[in-house]
């Protein structure tokens, strides 16, 4: 690998990459184009490295190249040799692509999980259904005609409380008491403790 290094950056091979990298900081397409064919093979084994998925990994090494062109300017030749700046953004890019898809699976996963159908047993279900409103026939009939029948109202007929004291043509205040301690003889009376 450092043997490719020094033949990119050897000046007797043309430009080096630091040089081209400069060129590019300029805006030179050409030079873009000439640091592009020497090095994206090997940006593109390292992204592949990382990111695994041929496909990601092109996508990836698109942005990277996209990047260098626009952070070409930057680029200090005092600071770095060329490939290790470009690799650095390219391992950059790959651990972001990595973390999205990551981020992109669990989510697809949490609205999996919220998604699945349980498979519900509907005789056993049904059954359950009629055994409660069987209990709460038994314990409708442990209330006052009057509790009955505001629960009644409200509950299977669906009736606001003053809608209630309309029909009843009783204060809206009686229709509450009658409805609180109604609801409380029927929790009594079918075991609900909280």
């Known amino acids: ?24 900081g300029r805006g030179d397409r050409e030079a873009f184009g000439e640091l592009y064919e020497a090095t994206a093979a090997r940006v ?18 698109q942005d990277v ?4 062109w626009q952070s070409a300017p930057r680029f200090d030749a005092a600071r770095g040799n060329a490939l ?13 692509r990595i973390r999205a898809s990551q ?18 047993d509907t005789v056993a279900e049904a059954v359950e259904i009629r055994v409660e409103h069987e209990r709460v026939v ?21 009736l606001t409380q003053s809608e209630i004291a309309d029909r009843l043509e009783v204060p809206l ?11 409380i003889r029927l929790r009594t009376a079918l075991g609900v403790t909280t």
Do not use: N
């Open 65 to 68: 190249y996209l990047e260098i």
């Open 84 to 96: 290790a700046w470009m690799f650095t953004l390219a391992h950059r890019r790959s651990v972001d």
């Open 44 to 61: 593109f084994g390292l992204v592949r490295r990382l990111v695994v998925d041929p496909a990601q990994a092109e996508e990836v090494t």
């Open 173 to 183: 205040g009686t229709v509450k008491t009658r409805l609180r301690d109604g609801m």
């Open 1 to 24: 690998m450092a043997d490719r290094d020094r033949a990119l950056t050897a000046p007797e091979s043309g430009p080096t990459a630091e040089e081209l990298l400069t060129q590019v």
């Open 138 to 158: 038994d314990a409708l009939v442990g209330l006052s005609e009057l509790q009955r029948e505001c629960v009644s109202l409200a509950y299977y007929g669906g």
């Open 103 to 120: 981020a992109s699976r669990d989510r697809d996963l949490r609205v999996g999980v919220r998604d699945l159908e349980v498979p519900v």
